[in-house]
């Protein structure tokens, strides 16, 4: 079965787990998980997929398999290089970017969860 990019159920969660959280959980309850890391657990599969879908349609991307480990792994590295390494130490913007080593903890356990997923769903 072909990769479903936008389609994709995993992503189609996230987003409406994203905006559910962004504008209503993180608001009504105070739980720190809630506020400080579900996003950054929901990241990869909500992410992966849009990177993706570009990639394809710019022909960077041949095939529509479901994302293969390197292309689930990089971003989280760069990502986590980016933002709890390199944004929290510019001057400009550190009383915004807060390095946390648990986000990084939470894009990978993300992105374990959504390989795992999507490597299941599509049946490879």
Avoid at 15 to 22: E, G, K, V
């Amino acid at each position: 079965m072909n990769f479903l990019y936008l389609k994709d159920p995993l992503f189609l969660s996230c987003f409406i787990l994203y905006f559910f959280n962004r504008y209503g959980l993180e608001k009504m309850l105070n739980i720190a998980f809630f506020s400080s890391y579900l996003n950054d657990l929901i990241c990869v599969p909500f992410l992966v997929p849009i990177m993706l879908y570009v990639q394809h349609k710019i022909g960077l991307r041949e095939d529509n398999t479901p994302p293969k480990f390197y292309e689930i792994i990089i971003p989280v590295i760069i990502w986590s290089v980016i933002f709890e390494v390199i944004l929290p130490q510019n001057p400009i913007i550190s009383h915004l970017a807060i390095a946390d080593p648990y986000d990084v903890v939470c894009y990978i356990i993300g992105g374990l969860i959504a390989g795992i997923i999507w490597q299941w769903y599509y049946k490879i």
